[in-house]
Structure formats: structure tokens, C-alpha cells
């Protein structure tokens, strides 16, 4: 399309056209001429050289956390043997990065690459998508404009926010115990054993010190079986209960599931995943986040729809985590009869909204519903954590001295 000075030159043309035909001048009729006619020839060579551009787009990390900064590289080439002119580049954000980026970039000369750089930081956690790239291809006169679109799309996720639980005196597993609580270990010394660094609350009478000589970094001789402990991560996503995608507390909900989840794999469990939509999955920490990332709110009214899945992951020994809200009565019966057939049992109960922010009457409804749950939940063998969504799960996590998480022998 013309730009508004190809517009002119056209118009100026048009004039001298004119003016040639009032006067009868020949020369001034030929620059006439040739003024109408160049819009229309910048126009022919705008568009001969976007056939002849290449776009190749990287991102510095493809998986990040909030509010981490990344850098975008656009790549541009030339592949025409003339020069280019400005170029107008413009790569598209979803609404939930901010605004589009749109860069200059001064020219290209033949067969020759430019680099140009923007930088995102995502304040919310999702998956989505870069692209596609734009470029308003001009030609040397800037006459005329040309739109080039490219399809090629970048996914970029952006995991749940995740605070560490970190081990040692405090921690869920309990004391002294350190990654190998996380394995089924042989009573004696003679059998298969693996070694890996050492974490702080293991026992020091484990140290391999040979491995030490060698490498320098202290490592524990760790002797276990195949059997690995299990455990299952529910995360109840009802929009009636824990409410919608982005708001404090389901983000808040999405958080905590990640932290745990997170703990449950490095510490070796085998962990599956599911929700009040998902039936359970097997997930490492990585696959984890990456689910999470994604995942939204549903419209379900039962719990029991999602908690009947659970038996697919049920057994004797496994450790079941729940994170939702706090359940009312009939949920509540519910939650613990489906926690029966598991082992060790946690809930990480969140509060729908803030009781701070909340009239006193119903700050004391909604602490006495929280209070009934975790004192059933809690008669039925259950570890409770209640937090509102801008408490930390971890200042409660470590302040804890039971353990909660204790994998099969």
C-alpha cells in the first residue's frame, strides 16, 4: 500500500501532468510521467524484496518463572542481492506480556543478517505463544509499504510461583533423614548401593569417603531397592471453590501444589498428579510445572467427581497431598473417606479470600468452616496447613515438627 509520501509524489505527479498539457512542454510532460509512474515501480520493488527476507527467532530461556526477564533475538537476513530499506518489525505478545514489540531496523545491506533484541518479563504464570512476526518492507524512497507476515511461533512457559521447602531439622520428612527417606533402603551394607551429594541432615556415618578423595565434594553411600515411595498431588481447581484463573487464591492454590509437588520429586518420590478435571498422571518435577502452567479452573459443582480418580493411585502406602479450599461438612466426609486407603495424608487447605480483609462476621464464618475441617481432617490422621492467598507456605511448612511425609519402609 503507499505510504502517505507515495501519496504525495503521485498527487505531485497527477499535477505535472497537467501543467504539461496546459503548456505543451515535452520535458515537463516525461518528468510528469515519470513522477505518476514511480510510486508504482517503489511499489514492484517493496514487493519483490519481502520474498526475499528470513526471520528466525530465539528465546533465552523457554521456561521461566515469574517475573524472571528474558531476551528475545530476532534474527533478520537478506537474501536479495540489493539492499533493503528501513524496515518496520513488529513480533506479537499475547496481552498477558505487555505490548507488541516493535523495533527498527535501519537496512540491510545484500546477503547480510542483522540481530535485533527485545526483552519480556511475564508477571503471571501460563503458556504462551510468541508470534507471529511482522515487517513493514519499504522501498528506498519510503513510497510505498509493504506488509510481510511470518508464521513461526515460540511457546513460553511460565511455571507456578514456587517457594523452597527446604530440608534439615524442620523438615517433613524428619529429622536426620535427608534424601534417603525418599527410597526403600536394604538393612545391611552388602547389597547394590548408588552415591549422591550430600544434603544437610544426613547422617555423616554415611559419608563415602573414597568418592570424596576423588571428587572433593562430600558424598553419601546410599543403599536402596527399586521400590520407590509414591505419593498423589489432588489440587482441587472448581471455580466454586477456590475461584477463577488469576485471582489470588487460585493462583495461591497453584502455588502451594507446585511447592509440594516439587519437594515430592526431588526427594524421589513417584509422584502423580490430578485435578478436579485430570485423572492422575505420572509427572516428574519438570513435566509437573509444565502442567501446572496451564492449568485452569473448571465449572464442576462435586468434589467427588474428582476424588473418585484417586483410587487409580490409591494404595496402602502412598502419600496423599490435597490442595484446595476448605471443604464444607458434606465435602469433608467425602475427603476423608477417599483418604482412608492412603498412607500418610496432607491438606494445604487456602482461604477463598483473605479473612483480614473481610467484615467480622463473615471473617468468623469463614475461620470457623477452616477450623471444623482441619480439626476433622486431623482426628482422621491428616497433616493441615491453612494459609490465606498471601500467606507463605513455607513459614508453616518448616514451623511444623510433625512429619508429615514419611515414605514406605
Known amino acids: 500500500m503507499p505510504s502517505g509520501r507515495g501519496v504525495l509524489v503521485f498527487a505531485a505527479g497527477l499535477g505535472l501532468w497537467v501543467a504539461a498539457r496546459v503548456t505543451g512542454s515535452p520535458t515537463l510532460h516525461i518528468i510528469a510521467v515519470g513522477v505518476v509512474v514511480l510510486p508504482f515501480a517503489a511499489a514492484l520493488v517493496a514487493r519483490w524484496s519481502r520474498q526475499r527476507l528470513r526471520v528466525r527467532r530465539r528465546l533465552s530461556e523457554a521456561?521461566?518463572?515469574?517475573?524472571?526477564?528474558i531476551t528475545v533475538d530476532l534474527e533478520i537476513e537478506n537474501l536479495s542481492p540489493a539492499p533493503t530499506s528501513f524496515?518496520?518489525?513488529?513480533?506479537?505478545?499475547?496481552?498477558?506480556?505487555?505490548?507488541?514489540a516493535r523495533l527498527v531496523l535501519g537496512g540491510l545491506t545484500a546477503k547480510a543478517k542483522q540481530h535485533?533484541?527485545?526483552?519480556?518479563?511475564p508477571a503471571r504464570r501460563g503458556r504462551y505463544s510468541v508470534g507471529p512476526i511482522s515487517i513493514d518492507v519499504t522501498d528506498p524512497f519510503a513510497l510505498t509499504k509493504v506488509a510481510v507476515e511470518f508464521e513461526d511461533r515460540d511457546e513460553l512457559i511460565v511455571t507456578p510461583q514456587v517457594e523452597d521447602l527446604i530440608g534439615g531439622p524442620d523438615s517433613p520428612f524428619g529429622m536426620?533423614?535427608?534424601?534417603?527417606?525418599?527410597?526403600?533402603?536394604f538393612r545391611t551394607g552388602d547389597e547394590f548401593y548408588t552415591m549422591r551429594p550430600y544434603v544437610e541432615g544426613d547422617d555423616l556415618r554415611r559419608i563415602h569417603w573414597p568418592s570424596v578423595a576423588r571428587s572433593g565434594e562430600l558424598m553419601i553411600r546410599q543403599d536402596e531397592s527399586t521400590r520407590r515411595s509414591t505419593a498423589a498431588l489432588f489440587i482441587d481447581?472448581?471455580?466454586s471453590a477456590v475461584g477463577q484463573v488469576q485471582s489470588p487464591s487460585f493462583e495461591k492454590v497453584i502455588s502451594v501444589a507446585a511447592s509440594i509437588g516439587v519437594l515430592l520429586c526431588?526427594?524421589?518420590?513417584?509422584?502423580?498428579?490430578?485435578?478436579?478435571?485430570?485423572?492422575?498422571?505420572?509427572?516428574?518435577e519438570e513435566r509437573l510445572l509444565d502442567t501446572l502452567a496451564g492449568v485452569s479452573h473448571d465449572t464442576g459443582r462435586a468434589l467427588s467427581t474428582g476424588l473418585s480418580r484417586l483410587r487409580l493411585a490409591a494404595a496402602a502406602d502412598a502419600t496423599l497431598v490435597v490442595v484446595g479450599a476448605?471443604?464444607?461438612?458434606?465435602?469433608?466426609?467425602?475427603?476423608?473417606?477417599a483418604g482412608a486407603v492412603f498412607g500418610p495424608k496432607i491438606a494445604a487447605l487456602?482461604?477463598?479470600?483473605?479473612?483480614?480483609?473481610l467484615p467480622p462476621d463473615r471473617r468468623a464464618q469463614l475461620e470457623a468452616r477452616a477450623s471444623q475441617a482441619q480439626l476433622s481432617l486431623t482426628r482422621s490422621g491428616w497433616e493441615v496447613v491453612v494459609l490465606p492467598p498471601s500467606g507463605r507456605l513455607a513459614d508453616l511448612w518448616h514451623a511444623a515438627k510433625t512429619q508429615p511425609l514419611v515414605p514406605s519402609a
Open 326 to 337: 476448605p471443604p464444607p461438612p458434606p465435602e469433608l466426609s467425602s475427603l476423608i473417606r
Open 237 to 239: 481447581t472448581r471455580e
Open 87 to 100: 524496515l518496520l518489525i513488529e513480533d506479537r505478545l499475547p496481552a498477558a506480556l505487555g505490548r507488541s
Open 350 to 357: 487456602i482461604h477463598q479470600t483473605d479473612p483480614d480483609t
Open 266 to 284: 526431588r526427594y524421589g518420590f513417584t509422584t502423580k498428579l490430578a485435578t478436579s478435571q485430570l485423572p492422575p498422571q505420572r509427572v516428574g
Open 176 to 185: 536426620t533423614s535427608g534424601l534417603a527417606m525418599a527410597r526403600s533402603l
Open 116 to 121: 535485533v533484541t527485545y526483552t519480556i518479563s
Open 63 to 69: 521456561r521461566i518463572r515469574p517475573g524472571q526477564r
